[in-house]
């Protein structure tokens, strides 16, 4: 039986991009080769690599305007240093709202002063901040957009004047906005876009350059950029099954589509999760993630008794991290409503029967 899979990370992905990846993973477009044997060098690779990069631009509405997409490794970890080291002169500001924006701090501080603007950490990270001052002095403010471990989201953004940095591994292509007011986007693949092993950076070009120490050719912005994703030898499968979730979405519609579908199922888990007095919620209410729902059981007795119902109906990856525990429901673009009923249908019944 296939699992109703709401991990949070690596994640679900189509069924179609999987047929089409596992395909490839033998006989590549009829080439005799599978493509994790071809060189990245081949004309199928490089085809692969400046679709994908396309489709991003595309997808976000970022195309003719000064951005370029990247392909590179290391993970959204990684960007936290390639960030600060491209980007950080004398001074950053940082929005502290979980623990991977916690991180990127902690990187940041080899490079220059860091700034926390603001943070929730004081309350284990239970809402997003929502009004403090951002200083003209500095080089850049990093925000992470969604927060997978707590369930909290930024609906809005702060108005600035200095590049707009953000962290969006976690909500990257789920929902609309005007992607031009970031100047620099990072992403971990392995959330919305494909399996771990790359993520994907959308970068204003005009930021580049600006800092006086010398920057290693890996980890420069514009090496990669001159160099088209491939200073040193790409993660070719992970760039192939992100171009296919990329085709995916463009053709089901693109961001308004699944935008829309993303919030019918968070509509569908919150409703049961504040109607039915056997769960709790954990983040602050207008805050709440679309893709991650943390939500806890009120009475710890019947937690193995919702476990093996949970279990027994198929649903796979709800148990929360070990930071707070209880439970967490990721929901990326991938996960259909019909996945999401069988996990409500589980609570509901938990509760009907008493």
Same mark, same amino acid.
């Given at each position: 039986?296939?699992?109703?899979?709401?991990?949070?990370?690596?994640?679900?992905?189509?069924?179609?991009?999987?047929?089409?990846?596992?395909?490839?993973?033998?006989?590549?477009?009829?080439?005799?080769?599978?493509? +994790?044997?071809?060189?990245?060098?081949?004309?199928?690779?490089?085809?692969?690599?400046?679709?994908?990069?396309?489709?991003?631009?595309?997808?976000?509405?970022?195309?003719?305007?000064?951005?370029? !997409?990247?392909?590179?490794?290391?993970?959204?970890?990684?960007?936290?240093?390639?960030?600060?080291?491209?980007?950080?002169?004398?001074?950053?500001?940082?929005?502290? /709202?979980?623990?991977?924006?916690?991180?990127?701090?902690?990187?940041?501080?080899?490079?220059?002063?860091?700034?926390?603007? !603001?943070? @929730?950490?004081?309350?284990?990270?239970?809402? +997003?901040?929502? +009004?403090?001052?951002?200083?003209?002095?500095?080089?850049?403010?990093?925000?992470?957009?969604?927060?997978?471990?707590?369930?909290?989201?930024?609906?809005?953004?702060?108005?600035?004047?200095?590049?707009?940095?953000?962290?969006?591994?976690?909500?990257?292509? @789920?929902?609309?906005?005007?992607?031009?007011?970031?100047?620099?986007?990072?992403?971990?693949?392995?959330?919305?876009?494909?399996?771990?092993?790359?993520?994907?950076?959308?970068?204003?070009?005009?930021?580049?350059?600006?800092?006086?120490?010398? =920057?290693?050719?890996?980890?420069?912005?514009?090496?990669? =950029?001159?160099?088209?994703?491939?200073?040193?030898?790409?993660?070719?499968?992970?760039?192939?099954?992100?171009?296919? /979730?990329?085709?995916?979405?463009?053709?089901?519609?693109?961001?308004?589509?699944?935008?829309? =579908?993303?919030?019918?199922?968070?509509?569908?888990?919150?409703?049961?999760?504040?109607?039915?007095?056997?769960?709790?919620?954990?983040?602050?209410?207008?805050?709440?993630? /679309?893709?991650?729902?943390?939500?806890?059981?009120?009475?710890?007795?019947?937690?193995?008794?919702?476990?093996?119902?949970?279990?027994?109906?198929?649903? @796979?990856?709800?148990?929360?991290?070990?930071?707070?525990?209880?439970?967490?429901?990721?929901?990326?673009? !991938?996960?259909?409503?019909?996945?999401?009923?069988?996990?409500?249908?589980?609570?509901?019944?938990?509760?009907?029967?008493?």
């Amino acid at each position: 039986m296939k699992k109703h899979n709401f991990s949070a990370g690596p994640c679900i992905l189509p069924q179609e991009v999987l047929l089409k990846a596992s395909e490839a993973v033998q006989d590549f477009n009829g080439s005799g080769l599978s493509l +994790i044997e071809m060189s990245h060098r081949s004309k199928e690779f490089v085809d692969i690599m400046e679709n994908a990069r396309a489709l991003a631009l595309e997808l976000l509405g970022l195309e003719g305007k000064g951005y370029k !997409a990247l392909f590179l490794q290391g993970g959204a970890s990684m960007e936290f240093v390639r960030v600060a080291y491209n980007l950080l002169e004398t001074k950053a500001g940082y929005l502290n /709202t979980g623990t991977w924006a916690n991180n990127a701090i902690k990187e940041a501080k080899f490079f220059g002063e860091v700034v926390e603007v !603001a943070s @929730s950490k004081n309350e284990n990270y239970n809402h +997003i901040p929502k +009004i403090f001052g951002v200083p003209n002095d500095l080089d850049y403010l990093h925000v992470t957009s969604n927060n997978t471990i707590y369930g909290t989201q930024m609906k809005t953004f702060p108005k600035v004047n200095i590049p707009l940095v953000c962290d969006m591994s976690s909500d990257i292509f @789920s929902k609309q906005m005007d992607f031009s007011q970031f100047d620099l986007i990072y992403a971990g693949a392995q959330k919305n876009m494909g399996p771990a092993g790359t993520e994907l950076v959308v970068i204003k070009e005009d930021i580049l350059g600006k800092v006086s120490r010398k =920057i290693p050719s890996i980890l420069d912005y514009q090496v990669s =950029i001159a160099k088209e994703s491939m200073f040193n030898t790409p993660a070719v499968f992970p760039i192939y099954v992100s171009m296919l /979730t990329l085709e995916w979405l463009k053709g089901i519609g693109g961001i308004a589509v699944i935008e829309e =579908i993303n919030n019918k199922k968070a509509q569908l888990l919150y409703s049961e999760i504040d109607l039915n007095p056997l769960f709790k919620g954990y983040a602050n209410i207008e805050d709440r993630s /679309t893709m991650n729902a943390t939500f806890s059981i009120t009475d710890e007795k019947l937690k193995p008794a919702f476990d093996a119902a949970w279990k027994e109906a198929g649903v @796979s990856g709800i148990n929360g991290h070990r930071s707070i525990g209880g439970y967490r429901a990721s929901m990326y673009n !991938a996960l259909t409503l019909d996945s999401v009923g069988v996990l409500v249908d589980v609570m509901s019944e938990m509760e009907r029967k008493g």
